[in-house]
């Protein structure tokens, strides 16, 4: 990865003005929100700021007001979380440039924190207009991104800025870069991934990416009996996308030729209904689902070996779960081998990075979410960086 500058490379920056690009878009009930992580997250980066003298102003979105203001999409909505998370006053500021937002940096004392209002209430935003970033840029004297989970997105706030003023990555996203190039950008090999979920055509680049990259690709979930179907195994009546078929086996050419060992369940967990803990619940081989089972979760012998995989790899590069993990018990094979891949982990003979939202709700339901490398919970960001593609946010991050 092509260097970045981090909050290390700054200077003397009291009194100085930074506009710190956060994700504030918490999931609200009863105006209050229901997890404050991605606060706890740039807590870091605002607090390091505020103790060298810095006046921080905050730039976030907050849901999809498309280019107009609504009173229900302000950010003054999580200030008090916030506030609550830092353990800090902050000014709420009503605009993002103009008089208002110069008379409040007066205000401001060295040390202070300022929240600057949805940043997609202006249509320059999400059209990345270099005239609304630069009328942005002219309050601040540097431009700080700490959020990974809008960078796949080339916004004003989160591109367009970096070109107006010196960008640095905060600790936040300095820890996500890090992390991610230990996975695919610079791993020690072998590496294996792990790719589940419900549909291959969501994951289609991630397959077509990662074959060139690992040399084991593990796959589960859903999209494991269309890789099933295409090598001519019955899948029953189990989720299944059969005009893919071909495309599997395209991925299944790739990776023969790249040197990549592609891993399908040859044990399956099948039911007549998708329930918990159906009465028709049986483990079987593959090749003896019958026409009214479908498939809901990788069988043991497999999970087990799988695990041996792992043990023989030094990276691990995980999205998706391996079944349908949120119905006991098909949740055993996820379960099972995020332990030993957190076991792994644990006992310093694997970098395991993962990420996406289910991925997140499947580690942390096994109990291992802590126990990991690193667990990104940018969903977007973290797929497209899986697919090798280019984040405009990181990009305008390098040195």
């Given at each position: 990865m092509s260097s970045f500058r981090t909050l290390d490379d700054l200077g003397d920056i009291t009194g100085k003005v930074a506009l710190v690009r956060v994700d504030l878009n918490l999931p609200m009930k009863d105006g209050s929100a229901t997890d404050v992580s991605r606060v706890e997250a740039v807590k870091p980066t605002i607090l390091e700021l505020t103790e060298k003298g810095a006046k921080v102003l905050l730039l976030a979105h907050y849901g999809r007001p498309k280019g107009q203001r609504f009173s229900t999409m302000s950010t003054s909505f999580v200030q008090g979380d916030?506030?609550?998370?830092?353990?800090?006053?902050?000014?709420?500021?009503?605009?993002v440039m103009g008089p208002v937002v110069e008379q409040s940096i007066g205000i401001l004392g060295n040390g202070d924190i300022g929240l600057l209002d949805n940043v997609r209430f202006w249509p320059g935003e999400e059209a990345n207009d270099p005239e609304f970033a630069r009328g942005m840029a002219v309050h601040g004297d540097f431009y700080v991104n700490d959020a990974f989970s809008a960078a796949h997105r080339a916004h004003a706030s989160t591109d367009g800025l970096a070109h107006h003023l010196p960008a640095y990555a905060g600790r936040a996203m300095e820890a996500e870069l890090k992390a991610l190039d230990a996975a695919l950008g610079n791993p020690e090999a072998p590496v294996?991934?792990?790719?589940?979920?419900?549909?291959?055509?969501?994951?289609?680049?991630?397959?077509?990416?990662?074959?060139?990259?690992?040399?084991?690709?593990?796959?589960?979930?859903?999209?494991?009996?269309?890789?099933l179907a295409a090598k001519g195994v019955d899948v029953g009546k189990s989720l299944c996308e059969h005009d893919l078929t071909d495309t599997a086996n395209r991925i299944i050419d790739e990776a023969a030729h790249a040197g990549c060992t592609v891993h399908l369940p040859y044990d399956v967990v099948v039911a007549k209904e998708f329930a918990a803990n159906?009465?028709?619940?049986?483990?079987?081989?593959?090749?003896?689902?019958?026409?009214?089972?479908?498939?809901?979760?990788?069988?043991?012998?497999?999970?087990?070996?799988?695990?041996?995989?792992?043990?023989?790899?030094?990276?691990?590069?995980?999205?998706?779960?391996?079944?349908?993990?949120?119905?006991?018990?098909?949740?055993?094979?996820?379960?099972?081998?995020?332990?030993?891949?957190?076991?792994?982990?644990?006992?310093?003979?694997?970098?395991?990075?993962?990420?996406?939202?289910?991925?997140?709700?499947?580690?942390?339901?096994?109990?291992?979410?802590?126990?990991?490398?690193?667990?990104s919970t940018a969903g977007g960001a973290f797929l497209e960086w899986m697919e090798g593609k280019d984040l405009p946010g990181v990009a305008a991050l390098i040195a």
């Open positions: 916030v506030e609550k998370v830092l353990d800090k006053e902050i000014m709420f500021i009503p605009e294996a991934a792990v790719v589940g979920g419900a549909k291959v055509s969501t994951k289609l680049d991630v397959l077509t990416n990662l074959v060139g990259k690992v040399q084991h690709l593990i796959i589960g979930g859903g999209m494991a009996n269309t890789f159906p009465a028709s619940l049986r483990t079987c081989n593959v090749h003896e689902v019958a026409a009214d089972e479908m498939i809901l979760d990788v069988g043991p012998l497999a999970t087990e070996a799988l695990g041996d995989v792992l043990k023989t790899c030094s990276t691990l590069v995980w999205n998706g779960p391996m079944g349908a993990f949120e119905t006991e018990p098909f949740d055993t094979a996820t379960v099972a081998l995020a332990k030993t891949a957190a076991a792994l982990t644990q006992d310093g003979s694997l970098t395991s990075v993962a990420g996406g939202g289910d991925t997140v709700a499947a580690l942390a339901h096994a109990g291992v979410k802590d126990e990991f490398t690193f667990v």
